[in-house]
């Protein structure tokens, strides 16, 4: 039975043919797993730490060691695996922050070819189902590390690691994006920038009813995803919808990682994986494609932030969430989608972009300056299509389509000597890669408490369409994007007038006055939204009782 139960859960990923677990060989020394359990119900259908343990040692004695990306908890104590494990958590369906890349290629290097390093040494890398967040290392890696190209090392862990015709190893296109931020980090000196980003504007085009805009960053050294705004009316201008960018068919600019990705279409797969199918273009997927039809609803919005809006790190998350009303004080969420970008890496894209492209140039000749990592643009615009997003839980799923296109406007916060904290008030700063020998910092394993709050439903990495309980707390939040009239109600109390009411059996639901509701007292988590308290340790949706 548990080994029905492990078959039905690795699903789509292969299982090595001599251990009979979900595990595979992505090279000779790179072994990418799925999380392994100590405890039941989990190792009943995950593999068992023991078995995998006796499986490692069976084949490599003591020349293995485990790098592990699991926010959510490791899954079993370090002693259990010898205590020859390094700690990197990050949340799931989610790419690392990358000021985590440098020290997680450094200790691998060194694990595996360092000065004093025995021969035959392997590396095993786990997240939780050993796919995306794993995947996300093993290819950094091998393109970082072993000198391979963006598409040959995807390619590789897709033909390892998944079934033939179950999709690509690395499906979420923000891990997409980052992977193709480390090929650009390892051509450019392995340099890399940490500034704290604030962002000054965000627009919308073809904006529908009722969605919720945050914006969101890693805390934690990671291991949190933490809302630090979430936008309310107040902060909205509707615009002329005639943008020229939206006037035709359009692609946005490519960045470096998407201008590598339609090279797979006809890159055979001989001399990468010998006896494997043809796998599917990891570009199956648009990173940007044309404007969709739009909704006779739809409109363009700006959003700007009523105070300074500064996240600690370069890495951004614009979340969406588009929600209809139903009846007994609910609320329908019918769209669920985030985009994460690097401020750092797309201000270097931009800068290669304009240096490379001489009628760019007001002389119209080409500009001998070369991009200086260590010197970076103070400013900056990312842009994406709503098809290019992330999906629900790491899926392409994310439900009715709630905007046509994003566009965020961004600039890097000089040093301040008045910064609250040590951390911060060192930034910007220049990150490189530690050298052989070097002594490698490491983040260490998730707490309880850490993987307590990631367990949860409403946690960012656990979001999903359907019910939610919503509360007049959140008026400004919840009107900030019904767009359908440009009048905006007198009372609070009238917050969701213009948003479409929907009974349980999906149709219109019209209130009566003598209707009787029910009052659901509850209160959205997330840093400065209007009337609700600040939490430390809050997440993007995530909703307590008051």
Not at 210 to 231: C, M, N, Q, S, W
């Amino acid at each position: 039975m548990a080994s029905l139960l492990r078959q039905i859960v690795a699903g789509p990923r292969q299982k090595h043919p001599e251990a009979g677990l979900d595990l595979c060989y992505v090279t000779d020394n790179i072994i990418a797993t799925s999380g392994p359990s100590s405890t039941y119900p989990q190792r009943a259908y995950r593999n068992p730490t023991d078995a995998l343990v006796k499986f490692l040692d069976y084949k490599h004695g003591s020349k293995w060691a485990i790098w592990e990306f699991r926010a959510e908890g490791t899954g079993y104590p370090d002693s259990e695996v010898y205590n020859r494990i390094r700690h990197y958590p990050w949340p799931d369906h989610h790419p690392p922050p990358f000021s985590l890349i440098p020290n997680i290629m450094a200790s691998m290097r060194d694990w595996l070819r360092g000065p004093q390093t025995e021969k035959g040494r392997v590396v095993v890398v786990h997240c939780k189902a050993g796919k995306g967040r794993s995947g996300t290392v093993a290819t950094s890696y091998l393109i970082s590390e072993e000198g391979w190209s963006v598409e040959d090392a995807m390619l590789r862990f897709t033909a390892r690691r998944m079934r033939s015709g179950f999709g690509n190893g690395i499906s979420i296109p923000s891990q997409v994006r980052w992977v193709g931020y480390v090929d650009w980090w390892t051509k450019h000196g392995k340099i890399y920038v940490e500034s704290q980003i604030e962002i000054l504007e965000v627009h919308i085009w073809g904006l529908r009813d009722g969605v919720k805009v945050a914006v969101e960053g890693y805390v934690d050294k990671g291991r949190l995803i933490k809302t630090f705004h979430t936008f309310t009316r107040h902060e909205r201008t509707l615009m002329d919808d005639k943008s020229p960018e939206l006037s035709s068919p359009t692609r946005d600019t490519p960045t470096q990682s998407e201008r590598s990705l339609p090279l797979l279409e006809s890159k055979p797969l001989a001399d990468i994986s010998e006896g494997s199918t043809p796998i599917s273009s990891i570009s199956n997927f648009p990173l940007s494609g044309s404007i969709p039809i739009r909704d006779a609803g739809a409109t363009a919005a700006l959003f700007r932030p009523s105070q300074p809006l500064i996240l600690p790190t370069s890495d951004v998350n614009i979340d969406f969430e588009r929600r209809n009303k139903a009846k007994y004080g609910l609320t329908m969420v019918t769209s669920v989608a985030h985009v994460w970008f690097n401020a750092f890496f797309e201000s270097q894209y931009a800068l290669q972009e304009t240096i490379s492209n001489p009628t760019s140039n007001a002389s119209n000749t080409p500009s001998t300056q070369i991009p200086n990592p260590t010197d970076p643009p103070t400013s900056g615009v990312f842009s994406i299509h709503w098809d290019g997003m992330d999906g629900i839980k790491g899926s392409v799923r994310k439900g009715t389509c709630a905007l046509d296109r994003l566009l965020v406007v961004w600039r890097t916060v000089p040093a301040s000597s008045s910064a609250s904290s040590d951390e911060v008030k060192n930034l910007p700063k220049i990150i490189t890669q530690p050298t052989p020998g070097e002594p490698i910092p490491e983040t260490g394993p998730a707490n309880k408490n850490e993987s307590s709050l990631l367990s949860r439903p409403d946690a960012p990495n656990n979001k999903d369409l359907g019910l939610r309980a919503e509360t007049s707390s959140s008026a400004g939040v919840s009107r900030a994007s019904s767009p359908a009239s440009g009048k905006e109600p007198v009372a609070d109390d009238n917050f969701m007038s213009g948003v479409k009411s929907h009974g349980p059996e999906g149709g219109e639901h019209i209130f009566r006055p003598d209707q009787k509701t029910v009052d659901i007292e509850v209160g959205v988590c997330t840093a400065h939204v209007d009337g609700l308290a600040k939490s430390e340790q809050c997440l993007p949706g995530q909703i307590i009782k008051e």
